[in-house]
């Protein structure tokens, strides 16, 4: 559906490059994480992707098109809810009604429930509304507008904690199977119990690129006492209940949540076994 | 190249309208403003003291107001067009702009519409509702007015019948067509450069294109100034005509073309002129 296609791109003919010759794929009906520290191009990737930024060199194509062209029938397949975004003075009521018939699969009533689960009014004004307030009215429009790709910007950036619990819970309802949504984030906890597929980057190249079900069949997390040895262990990490480990998974019948933070700083320090961190073929 | 939809350029419209219904309402009212004080300094000299003569001196007030209506109109028309880029100033803006299901052309042709017959009609409209309001400011004054529109047109007659005589009469009256096309060329050439300017300054647009603009006439003036003293009693070549004309008109469509080229090419990330 979406094909990354050795792409390089820097912010200036003499700024370093932050993607050099990279290469990736997203199939459709999926919930990929793009994770990774500040600064590794997460959000640079999503505007890659949107035909905000045009690569150097390499393409990406959305359903077969150059999302560089920016062709109609591309950017109605797309939605981006960016990090920062300006929402005019209007009423939701106006503001669907001008924006709406751009999507033409835009459904009223997947905003409507939205709405109500985010406990916001239908009848709201945009102008009057926080900045948290205003990410929820947008994440709304953008699960209603139907388009085959949704992407997200820090999307739990601003909303408080019951509202990033209604955030999973709005996304996991009103997605679609047949859409796909690309969430970039550094708070991996907000959104980890929604993914199931991570993307991590690091330094402008791909760290680990796998389903959650692949994760979960290589590695386990646990926690464990102080005291208790953590010779088998991939990766360590000390806290005050005990040794949080990352193993790899012996028990490929039993079912371990994975700690999507954990498994981060394991990715990161270069822990994780070869067959997770080798490069699938495209 | 993409189909340009109308029914999309419909949506489009209403869109800009609505989202940027703040801004355009602001300029209107900046507009009424701008004729208001400029009507203001014109009947100002004439309204304290009644005149010996009312009659001449209501014409020379008319005619001031006039001068100043077709003045502010310019300055008007000149501003309204340098904003449109103004929504591409900012980061949210350009991405709103960049991701509606739209095509160029049409996103393109609808800020043209917006600020160019919309500006024209907003500036007719802040032409009348100065000229009231300026009739009733200056209603308790010894010397009241009337309205100055009926003196806006005759003037605006007046000038083109002194233009059409002027050029009948001129050195080369079988040309008196191309002469008439002269002014117009010269508008069209200044409303694409600032056009130009919109799209590249975004914001500022307006005083940043009319800086550069008087800088570089003066400029070339300069250069040229002694050009012109050699050649001053010279009568005017046909050829020169024409190619003045070509030139002013082929200048107008190149900055056109090149506006809504780079329009095309905006991009997430602000290139940095200077």
């Excluded at chain 1, 959305?62 to 397949?77: A, S, W, Y």
């Excluded at chain 1, 959104?191 to 791909?206: F, G, I, K, T």
């Excluded at chain 2, 340009?4 to 489009?12: C, H, K, S, V």
Aim: charged share 15%; hydrophobic share 45%.
């Amino acid at each position: 559906m979406l094909r990354i296609e050795n792409i390089q791109f820097s912010y200036g003919r003499r700024a370093p490059h932050i993607f050099d010759n990279f290469s990736l794929r997203f199939e459709s009906g999926h919930i990929y994480g793009l994770l990774g520290k500040n600064g590794t191009g997460k959000s640079t990737l999503l505007y890659l992707i949107s035909g905000l930024l045009h690569p150097q060199q390499g393409q990406i194509r959305f359903l077969g098109n150059d999302v560089k062209q920016r062709h109609v029938e591309t950017l109605r397949e797309m939605y981006l809810v960016p990090e920062e975004f300006d929402l005019p003075h209007v009423t939701m009521e106006r503001y669907v009604a001008l924006n709406a018939c751009f999507y033409p699969r835009f459904d009223h009533e997947i905003l409507r429930n939205c709405l109500h689960d985010f406990s916001l009014s239908p009848d709201l004004h945009l102008g009057k509304l926080s900045m948290g307030q205003k990410k929820k009215a947008l994440m709304s429009f953008a699960l209603a507008a139907g388009t085959h790709l949704l992407l997200m910007d820090e999307p739990t950036n601003g909303l408080d904690i019951p509202s990033k619990s209604v955030f999973r819970q709005v996304v996991a309802r009103y997605l679609g199977e047949d859409r796909t949504l690309i969430v970039s984030t550094h708070q991996v906890n907000d959104v980890a119990m929604l993914l199931d597929h991570v993307v991590m980057l690091q330094e402008s190249r791909l760290l680990l690129n796998r389903s959650v079900t692949e994760i979960s069949e290589a590695v386990r997390c646990e926690v464990r006492p102080l005291g208790e040895p953590t010779d088998d262990a991939l990766f360590v990490q000390p806290s005050i209940q005990g040794n949080a480990v990352v193993v790899r998974n012996d028990r490929p019948d039993e079912e371990f949540p994975l700690q999507m933070e954990l498994l981060f700083c394991c990715a990161e320090a270069g822990c994780l076994p070869q067959e997770l961190t080798q490069t699938k073929s495209l | 190249m993409e189909k340009f939809n109308m029914q999309r350029f419909g949506w489009l419209l209403r869109q800009t309208v609505h989202h940027q219904s703040k801004s355009l309402l602001m300029t209107a009212l900046g507009c009424v403003l701008l004729h208001l004080g400029a009507q203001c300094g014109s009947f100002y000299p004439f309204s304290f003291t009644p005149s010996a003569t009312p009659e001449a001196t209501e014409r020379v007030a008319m005619d001031q107001s006039s001068v100043f209506f077709l003045l502010a109109s310019v300055f008007f028309m000149f501003w309204c067009i340098s904003l449109c880029g103004y929504h591409l100033k900012d980061k949210p803006g350009r991405i709103a702009a960049l991701m509606l299901p739209a095509t160029v052309q049409e996103k393109y042709a609808a800020q043209l519409l917006i600020f160019t017959v919309g500006a024209f009609v907003a500036n007719l409209l802040g032409i009348v509702v100065a000229d009231l309001l300026r009739i009733v400011l200056f209603s308790l004054q010894p010397q009241a007015y009337g309205t100055a529109l009926p003196a806006l047109v005759d003037f605006c007659g007046r000038m083109w019948a002194q233009f059409c005589t002027d050029v009948t009469q001129g050195s080369l009256p079988e040309m008196r067509g191309l002469f008439m096309f002269l002014p117009l060329a010269k508008g069209f050439c200044l409303y694409a450069i600032f056009l130009l300017g919109a799209v590249i300054f975004r914001r500022r647009a307006f005083a940043i294109t009319l800086c550069i603009l008087v800088a570089f006439t003066v400029v070339v003036s300069m250069m040229l100034s002694s050009h012109f003293m050699a050649h001053e009693h010279d009568s005017v070549n046909p050829v020169s005509v024409c190619l003045t004309l070509l030139f002013y008109l082929l200048s107008g469509v190149g900055l056109v073309a090149l506006s809504y080229a780079l329009f095309k090419r905006v991009t997430l990330v602000r290139r940095k002129w200077f």
